[in-house]
């Protein structure tokens, strides 16, 4: 009786498994499985000074090799699956676009502040020049007052001049 019943449970899963559509995704895993190579298994040992070991064996379950555990978990991490290589691939390609975009908007910024720095030296030149012009124009002014101060006293000290000389001439001609 259990037997028939188990029978009726797989026929009813077959039927639910048909009108899913699940039947091609079952097929299409068996192929796989068939094609795909089997996976070579370990079995743990302990050799006499207690290491852990690995037997590792073949495809028909044979001993193919005996390894330190050390030795094929290096071994494992050494390996990537294809996956995890695609996966890299696609962060190292998302990494550099990251990297392009930031070193755009630095190149944009850069560009920006040396405009900044351009147009601040620009405008300090400016005042400094004005500034400049300003002192030159208050020394050149200064210069003149000077030159015409000294035009002034030695146009004094020659009228002073030519007075004592004529007093010392009328003076001498007045004795004579």
Same mark, same amino acid.
């Given at each position: $009786?259990? !037997?028939?019943?188990?029978?009726? @449970?797989?026929?009813?899963?077959k039927?639910? =498994?048909?009108?899913?559509?699940?039947k091609?995704?079952? %097929?299409?895993?068996?192929v +796989?499985?068939?094609?795909?190579a089997? @996976?070579?298994?370990?079995?743990?040992h302990?050799?006499?000074?207690?290491?852990?070991? /690995?037997?590792?064996?073949?495809?028909?379950?044979r001993?193919?090799?005996?390894?330190? /555990? #050390?030795?094929?978990?290096? %071994?494992?991490?050494?390996?990537?699956?294809?996956?995890?290589t695609?996966?890299?691939?696609?962060?190292?390609?998302k990494?550099?676009?990251?990297a392009a975009?930031?070193?755009?908007?630095a =190149?944009t910024?850069?560009?920006k502040?040396?405009?900044?720095? =351009? %147009?601040t030296?620009r405008?300090?030149?400016?005042?400094?020049?004005?500034k400049? +012009?300003?002192?030159?124009r208050?020394?050149t002014?200064?210069?003149?007052r $000077? #030159?015409?101060r000294a !035009?002034?006293?030695?146009?004094?000290? !020659?009228?002073?001049?030519?007075? #004592?000389?004529?007093? %010392? !001439?009328?003076?001498?001609?007045?004795?004579?």
């Amino acid at each position: $009786m259990a !037997v028939k019943k188990k029978g009726a @449970k797989k026929a009813a899963r077959k039927t639910s =498994v048909r009108k899913s559509g699940a039947k091609k995704k079952v %097929a299409k895993k068996k192929v +796989a499985k068939k094609t795909a190579a089997k @996976k070579a298994r370990r079995t743990t040992h302990r050799s006499s000074s207690g290491k852990k070991l /690995y037997a590792k064996r073949d495809a028909q379950g044979r001993f193919k090799d005996i390894q330190t /555990y #050390a030795r094929a978990h290096a %071994a494992d991490l050494r390996k990537k699956s294809k996956a995890e290589t695609v996966k890299a691939g696609k962060t190292v390609k998302k990494a550099a676009k990251k990297a392009a975009g930031t070193a755009k908007k630095a =190149v944009t910024k850069g560009s920006k502040n040396t405009r900044k720095t =351009v %147009a601040t030296a620009r405008r300090k030149a400016k005042t400094a020049i004005r500034k400049t +012009a300003a002192q030159v124009r208050k020394a050149t002014t200064k210069v003149e007052r $000077m #030159a015409e101060r000294a !035009v002034a006293s030695t146009a004094g000290a !020659v009228n002073s001049a030519t007075q #004592a000389v004529d007093s %010392a !001439v009328s003076d001498a001609a007045k004795k004579l």
